[in-house]
């Protein structure tokens, strides 16, 4: 199925490094959304953005909605251990309700 | 209200049984979806309702997947003749609509094996 194109799909950095992963697609999206999964559980919601060009943070972490509206970006600043797992955003068009993914980013960090 | 309720957590089955997956939504969201994620993949949607009205379905449906919601709260998702195919994480969200914002929430999944 369709799917976002997600990069980087993997990171190693150092406890403390920033960290951007993004999102590009071909087709316009209403809605970005980030998420975080780790093993074993369901992807558990990080930000939302609703509106071309919106940054808004959460904590640690800060996302953009691209002006085109076909990409998005999630910037993880000063990272921990405990970030350590699978970034996915996901887009949402007027088209249909469901939510389309990308292949994710796998954050590991070492101490 | 504790979030999205799935279960089993994890079902191992022989190839051509049938398996059921049950998805427990906030009790608020009147939308319910089911999605589908492969080992290394993000999840792809397979099905949705509004209430009790499935509205729309994936071409990942097969004929051998049926999805209820009988009275606009918990869903089912059953599977006939599994394949090992039809291995994966089945995950299931709900969300609402509040003006121009819009809130999903997963559950935890059901991670299906077929051996």
């Known amino acids: 199925g369709q799917q976002l194109n997600q990069s980087p799909q993997s990171m190693f950095i150092q406890e403390g490094e920033d960290v951007s992963m993004n999102c590009t697609s071909s087709?316009?999206?209403?809605?970005w959304l980030w998420y975080k999964q780790d093993p074993g559980e369901g992807p558990v919601l990080l930000i939302a953005?609703?509106?071309?060009?919106e940054l808004t943070s959460n904590g640690r972490l800060t996302a953009q909605f691209g002006i085109t509206r076909k990409d998005s970006f999630l910037n993880i600043s000063a990272s921990i251990p405990s970030d350590v797992g699978i970034y996915f955003c996901a887009g949402r068009s007027n088209a249909g309700n469901m939510l389309t993914f990308g292949g994710g980013t796998r954050l590991m960090v070492k101490p | 209200d504790t979030g999205v309720s799935q279960d089993p957590r994890h079902k191992i089955t022989k190839r051509g049984q049938n398996v059921t997956f049950r998805c427990d939504p906030i009790?608020?969201?009147?939308?319910l979806y089911w999605y589908r994620q492969t080992l290394g993949q993000g999840p792809e949607f397979l099905t949705y309702?509004?209430?009790?009205?499935?509205?729309?379905k994936s071409r990942l449906l097969s004929d051998r997947f049926s999805a209820e919601r009988p009275k606009g709260s918990f869903s089912t998702l059953e599977i006939q003749r599994t394949e090992q195919g039809d291995s994966a994480m089945y995950l299931c969200?709900?969300?609402?609509?509040?003006?121009?914002?819009?809130?999903?929430?997963f559950g935890s999944g059901t991670r299906l094996t077929v051996v």
């Open positions: 969200a709900s969300s609402k609509f509040a003006g121009t914002t819009v809130s999903y929430t």
């Open positions: 009790s608020e969201h009147n939308r």
């Open positions: 953005l609703y509106k071309a060009g």
């Open positions: 309702f509004q209430n009790e009205a499935q509205l729309e």
């Open positions: 087709s316009i999206f209403n809605t």
